[in-house]
């Protein structure tokens, strides 16, 4: 007899509150760096939030979804199914299902690739979508990493990299766009034959430099980023990924703060050391 956790009895739970009447027979759970997802496949994704600070965000972020599901965009993204609950620290939401799978690591198809990145930064910024993305923060994001990141690397890494970032800092400026912020990985359902299905995880949605999103694409490998964007989109996006990686640059993009910064060091630490013996 399996024994399960407090925890899984608890986003049971809260998905049974929001959903009532639809089986939980093949509920499975997932976790990310901000909820909990109870996913109910072919019904729904009732997205959990882990702290008290994601509860606040929580309706902003359904609202981002609504937004998008009328961009025109050729995919799907989850759409809000109820309102956003409270369930003590917590807040829930029940979004659509969006079926299709991840590909392998490795293995994107660079016109897919580029046809998506298009899609993405080619979305009519609305007024109210403006107003719902994450707003930029105050303080420059380069001087966010010089100031609080850097002075805390190893000896040998800290000169390299900050001339890495100062060489980000520096790019030409381009029109902001549409940037997804965490494209890859589970977050790109593909079908069967190919076709992109839908996008989600919208969390991290911001306005900037497209390049980004094509960075957090080489997930799949940097030859397919090359196939799928123009050359100089690909240059922009191999420098934003130098100095510590695009996925942690987003995270001082979006306008979230630094709020553990020994962790976040750490983490860059390991991108840069894996990324060394290459």
Do not use: M, N, S
């Given at each position: 007899m399996t024994t399960r956790s407090p925890v899984t009895d608890e986003l049971l739970e809260i998905a049974e509150a929001l959903l009532p009447g639809h089986s939980l027979d093949t509920a499975r759970i997932t976790a990310g760096n901000l909820h909990h997802v109870v996913l109910l496949p072919g019904t729904a994704a009732v997205r959990v939030t882990k702290h008290s600070s994601s509860a606040e965000e929580m309706p902003r972020r359904m609202e981002v979804l609504r937004e998008l599901a009328t961009a025109?965009?050729?995919?799907?993204v989850p759409e809000p199914l109820t309102p956003v609950t409270r369930f003590g620290e917590r807040a829930a939401a029940a979004v659509s299902?969006?079926?299709?799978?991840?590909?392998?690591?490795?293995?994107?198809?660079?016109?897919?690739?580029?046809?998506?990145?298009?899609a993405v930064r080619e979305v009519t910024v609305t007024p109210r979508l403006r107003r719902l993305l994450n707003a930029p923060r105050e303080q420059g994001w380069a001087d966010v990493l010089a100031e609080e990141v850097v002075p805390h690397l190893p000896d040998r890494w800290r000169e390299e990299c900050r001339g890495r970032l100062e060489e980000a800092r520096t790019l030409e400026a381009v029109p902001d766009a549409l940037v997804h912020g965490d494209l890859g990985a589970d977050n790109v359902h593909w079908g069967r034959d190919g076709r992109l299905v839908g996008v989600l995880d919208w969390d991290q949605a911001h306005l900037f430099d497209p390049a980004v999103d094509a960075a957090l694409m080489a997930w799949h490998g940097?030859?397919?980023?090359?196939?799928?964007?123009?050359?100089?989109?690909?240059?922009?996006?191999?420098?934003?990924?130098?100095?510590?990686?695009?996925?942690?640059?987003?995270?001082?993009?979006d306008g979230r703060p630094l709020v553990n910064v020994d962790k976040f060091v750490a983490s860059i630490v390991a991108w840069l050391e894996e990324n060394a013996q290459r």
């Open positions: 025109g965009l050729p995919f799907a299902w969006i079926d299709g799978e991840a590909w392998p690591e490795g293995q994107g198809d660079p016109g897919q690739t580029g046809r998506l990145l298009r940097w030859d397919t980023v090359r196939k799928a964007v123009d050359p100089e989109t690909y240059r922009r996006a191999r420098v934003y990924d130098a100095p510590f990686g695009v996925g942690h640059l987003v995270g001082v993009l």
